[in-house]
């Protein structure tokens, strides 16, 4: 909310009062088979208990909450799981057999079915509508929602849910029940986490210790080396902001780094390895913000809007602190484009033998500095890190994959949005698409994710509102003259 925003990822930083359990994947060895049976009876047995049963809708006011003891037990049980796979099967379980009534759903549809057919009160409709919406309710949503409010239960339920998504990830639980149920449960979180109960904190030098600690463990994008390293990224000319839960105060939930330049940067390590001009800021040495990394530090807080709604807060601290400051922008990574880029060689060489995304001189001189077969061997280079180091290859790639990876940001959709999720992320925040910048991240993580390449979205706040608008609603993207050119390019001399 994974340069800037790589996949919005990170590690857990949510304490748990929960029995530590080491991490696996799968069940190591496959326990015998009367344990397999007695653990899904236990599951079935806490499941029927922890559960509660959905009140009838007459009643739903007056049914008292079920015991405290009993969600306890689930947060308790759930904790002793060792097991990745364990803890899939649980999720599984509760998924599928505490979701809704279906029986309930066709009768209540059907009710109000009928009353649209026939000339009734409006309040009778509004009723059956009502009860409709009520059996629409799966009953785990009773479960997370008595969950909440116990002591460091809704932090119970960030972990709940980054063990669903990796169970997901890994295939150990899949199907229509686990994904509604992680649809629920992130829209509960997505309430609990809205901006209203979100406090921004900056980070200095001075911060406690252990904030300073989990901010350089959860940088995701341009990890923290050293002390040193952390030190010049929280001082002077550099800005380190987090949101924090009212529920856990001075607990980052996701990160954002700033740099104040003097123009619109176009290279990271400038800013994340160069020493600041000074030790003192001087305000007329600042004339640009730049984004250069979002970290968000809990996965189970995964598609909850906490990184947009940072972008905005920073945005409003940022003129508040510097009320001259006029020109916003990232540098961003372009996560996936190298993996993009090998797909397209690897088909292309399949199915025409030859590559129709360079042109034949480009060919030409590629084949000659590596010695064969341009799709083959541009593929082995690409791979690594190494191509860099060679000055004519570094030459000779700079128009193709200029042109290749503008149309990867542009061009490439899912559903009609940008591929690519930076720049999605930016998009949907209104920003345009500014510049590509070559060779802007020399890093082994830059060369082999991005080819060198990163890539500046920047935010004209006066028309940010009406290019999301644009965005979210036509899927229009917004572009600069140097990106559309290069695009141009491509329709010129690529081939997909």
């Known amino acids: 909310m994974r340069g800037f925003w790589t996949a ?36 079935d047995e806490l499941l029927r208990r922890a559960v509660p049963a959905t009140p009838a809708y007459e009643l739903r006011e007056k049914t008292p909450a079920p015991a405290e003891g009993q969600c306890a037990d689930f947060v308790s049980f759930y904790g002793g799981l060792a097991e990745a796979a364990e803890r899939a099967e649980l999720l599984s379980r509760l998924a599928r057999g505490f979701g809704v009534d279906h029986g309930q759903v066709a009768e209540q549809s059907a ?45 119970f339920l960030v972990r709940l849910r980054a063990d669903l998504l990796e169970a997901q990830a890994l295939k150990l639980v899949e199907g229509p029940h686990v994904r509604e149920m992680n649809g629920v449960l992130k829209g509960m979180l997505s309430e609990w ?6 406090s921004l904190e900056r980070v200095t030098w001075h911060s406690p210790c252990e904030v300073l600690q989990k901010i350089s463990e959860s940088e995701a994008v341009h990890p923290v080396k050293n002390w040193m390293d952390m030190k010049r990224r929280v001082g002077p000319y550099r800005r380190c902001y987090f949101f924090s839960h009212c529920a856990s105060p001075e607990e980052p939930l996701v990160v954002l780094h700033v740099a104040l330049t003097n123009e619109i940067s176009s290279n990271i ?19 640009a913000a730049i984004f250069y990394s979002i970290s968000l530090t809990q996965p189970g807080l995964q598609g909850v809007e906490l990184g947009t709604f940072l972008v905005k807060r920073v945005l409003k601290e940022l003129q508040r602190e510097f ?57 082995v280079s690409l791979s690594s890190s190494e191509w860099v180091k060679s000055e004519k290859l570094v030459r000779v790639l700079q128009a193709p994959l200029m042109r290749l990876c503008a149309w990867y940001l542009y061009g490439e959709k899912h559903r009609g949005y940008a591929l690519n999720p930076v720049a999605n992320f930016h998009l949907q925040n209104g920003a345009v698409l500014w510049r590509l910048n070559w060779l802007a991240d020399t890093s082994l993580k830059g060369v082999t994710g991005s080819c060198g390449l990163m890539v500046n979205y920047r935010y004209y706040l006066e028309e940010t509102a009406a290019n999301s608008t644009s965005y979210l609603c036509a899927k229009n993207i917004k572009a600069s003259e140097q990106v ?3 695009v141009a390019q491509f329709h010129k001399n690529s081939k997909l």
Request: proline share 9%; glycine share 10%.
């Open 269 to 287: 390590q400038a800013i994340v390895k160069e020493c600041p001009p000074s030790e003192t800021e001087e305000g007329s040495q600042i004339s």
């Open 484 to 486: 559309l050119g290069l």
């Open 8 to 43: 919005l990822t990170a590690r857990r930083l949510f304490p748990l009062r929960l029995p530590p359990r080491p991490p696996g994947p799968r069940l190591s060895s496959g326990p015998a088979a009367a344990e397999a049976g007695a653990l899904e009876r236990a599951m």
């Open 323 to 379: 009320p001259h400051l006029g020109t916003f922008s990232s540098l961003s990574p372009i996560p996936g484009f190298t993996k993009w880029l090998l797909g397209l060689l690897n088909s292309q060489a399949k199915e025409h033998g030859r590559s129709e995304l360079l042109t034949d001189s480009e060919c030409r001189e590629i084949s000659e500095i590596l010695g064969g077969p341009v799709n083959e061997t541009l593929k």
């Open 111 to 155: 009710g109000v079915l009928q009353l649209r057919q026939q000339p009734r009160e409006a309040a009778v409709l509004l009723q059956a509508e009502d009860r409709l919406r009520y059996a629409l309710v799966p009953r785990y949503r009773g479960l997370f929602h008595h969950i909440s409010k116990l002591d460091g239960g809704v932090r």
């Open 193 to 198: 986490f809205s901006s209203g109960f979100l």
